[in-house]
């Protein structure tokens, strides 16, 4: 699934969301599987998240993860996290919220948010979607799999 498009629309977004969740259930690994959103404020990762939680069959009001950090949701046997590192200062931080119980959870799906605030703790992806303004209304979209 790597790949490059533009986003132009919510629409886009839903269809991207849909895509990639699709692709995240058709896993066979039992290892937490780990999602790396890259991009500038206001790129539109929260937003993708969102579509893609959706998407994953969670039909509960999905927030952002801006001031509490970690967003959990529960879809039948799978835990769902949605974490957002923008405000770490500190790697004892990450060991305080927990980070490393979460990578290690079985079947679990984790979305992080600023993975580059991790001073050097999150090294492995399975995913990592980078996102980029290139006007007003578009963003530039990579996705990278990581096998």
């Not at 699709?22 to 929260?46: H, Q, Y």
């Not at 959706?54 to 949701?73: C, D, H, N, Q, R």
Request: charged share 35%; net charge neutral.
């Amino acid at each position: 699934m790597n790949k490059k498009l533009t986003l132009s629309s919510l629409e886009d977004t839903k269809n991207l969301g849909q895509e990639i969740a699709k692709e995240i259930l058709k896993r066979k690994d039992k290892s937490a599987f780990i999602v790396f959103l890259d991009g500038d404020l206001g790129t539109g990762k929260t937003t993708l998240v969102k579509e893609i939680i959706f998407a994953l069959g969670i039909k509960e009001k999905v927030k952002s993860p801006t001031f509490t950090i970690i967003e959990p949701y529960e879809l039948n046997d799978k835990n769902i996290y949605h974490i957002d590192l923008y405000r770490i200062n500190d790697p004892f931080e990450l060991e305080t919220i927990g980070l490393r119980e979460y990578l290690n959870e079985s079947e679990a799906i984790i979305f992080i948010e600023w993975p580059e605030k991790s001073f050097g703790f999150l090294k492995k992806f399975n995913l990592k979607i980078s996102l980029k303004h290139s006007s007003e209304k578009e963003r530039k979209c990579k996705i990278e799999l990581n096998p």
